[in-house]
């Protein structure tokens, strides 16, 4: 069975609207052609989520990342991997706004229950040092295998597609849509391009 990884925005969760989506599209009609899509809650501080997502897709062996915003930001760390990284925010600690000090509310249901989170000075110094070196070790296979998809109208991640390009030159495209990655853009963008990568479908040596 192929598994697809997907790694939610800021304050959101696995629960999210989206992993809905791509669970019921990806259902299959036989063991041989369903796809297991895990969707992991992403601590808040880099510290502690990096680590754990680069211990997961050691552990699942995904077939494909997916990563919105934050998770892309994540999502193009994880070398070695497909990967589509959509409205990827790769500069959230500048973005005071989003990543502000203090007390924030989960947007969706997270699995310990938990309904609120602190940022601290803490977070977003990890934060820092983490975009820093994000791009580091990128060689010319790994350029294959990052995708990056930029809404039309987003103004928080268009600005940088021309960075993307830059460390991974032809891989990203542009779609109709703002920020937010909703339903319509789901069904419209994602889920065809993810069909068109191939990467999801069974093949005859695929265990079932």
Same mark, same amino acid.
């Given at each position: 069975?192929?598994?697809?990884?997907?790694?939610?925005?800021?304050?959101?969760?696995?629960?999210?609207?989206?992993?809905?989506?791509?669970?019921?599209?990806?259902?299959?009609?036989?063991?041989?052609?369903?796809?297991?899509?895990?969707?992991?809650?992403?601590?808040?501080?880099?510290?502690?989520?990096?680590?754990?997502?680069?211990?997961?897709?050691?552990?699942?062996?995904?077939?494909?990342?997916?990563?919105?915003?934050?998770?892309?930001?994540?999502?193009? &760390?994880?070398? @070695?991997?497909?990967?589509?990284?959509?409205?990827? %925010?790769?500069? !959230?600690?500048?973005?005071? $706004?989003? /990543? *502000?000090?203090?007390?924030?509310?989960?947007?969706?249901?997270?699995?310990?229950?938990?309904?609120?989170?602190?940022?601290?000075?803490?977070?977003?110094?990890?934060?820092?040092?983490?975009?820093?070196? &994000?791009?580091? @070790?990128?060689?010319?296979?790994?350029?294959?295998? %990052?995708?990056? !998809?930029?809404?039309?109208? $987003?103004? /928080? *991640?268009?600005?940088?597609?021309?960075?993307?390009?830059?460390?991974?030159?032809?891989?990203?495209?542009?779609?109709?849509?703002?920020?937010?990655?909703?339903?319509?853009?789901?069904?419209?963008?994602?889920?065809?391009?993810?069909?068109?990568?191939?990467?999801?479908?069974?093949?005859?040596?695929?265990?079932?």
């Amino acid at each position: 069975m192929k598994k697809l990884l997907y790694l939610h925005g800021f304050a959101s969760s696995g629960a999210s609207g989206t992993v809905d989506i791509l669970r019921r599209e990806f259902l299959g009609t036989s063991a041989a052609d369903r796809v297991e899509v895990i969707a992991p809650d992403i601590p808040i501080n880099p510290a502690e989520a990096l680590p754990m997502l680069k211990a997961l897709v050691a552990k699942e062996v995904p077939a494909l990342v997916v990563g919105t915003s934050m998770g892309a930001l994540y999502a193009q &760390q994880l070398r @070695g991997f497909e990967r589509i990284c959509i409205n990827p %925010c790769f500069a !959230l600690s500048k973005k005071y $706004d989003i /990543l *502000s000090v203090g007390k924030h509310k989960w947007l969706n249901r997270r699995r310990d229950g938990a309904l609120e989170f602190h940022v601290t000075k803490e977070t977003v110094r990890q934060f820092q040092e983490m975009e820093a070196v &994000q791009f580091d @070790g990128i060689d010319e296979v790994d350029q294959l295998f %990052c995708h990056g !998809l930029f809404g039309d109208e $987003d103004t /928080l *991640s268009l600005p940088w597609r021309e960075e993307f390009e830059r460390h991974y030159p032809g891989m990203s495209r542009l779609f109709p849509g703002g920020h937010r990655l909703n339903a319509e853009a789901v069904h419209r963008t994602l889920i065809p391009f993810i069909r068109e990568l191939g990467v999801l479908s069974a093949q005859p040596s695929d265990p079932v």
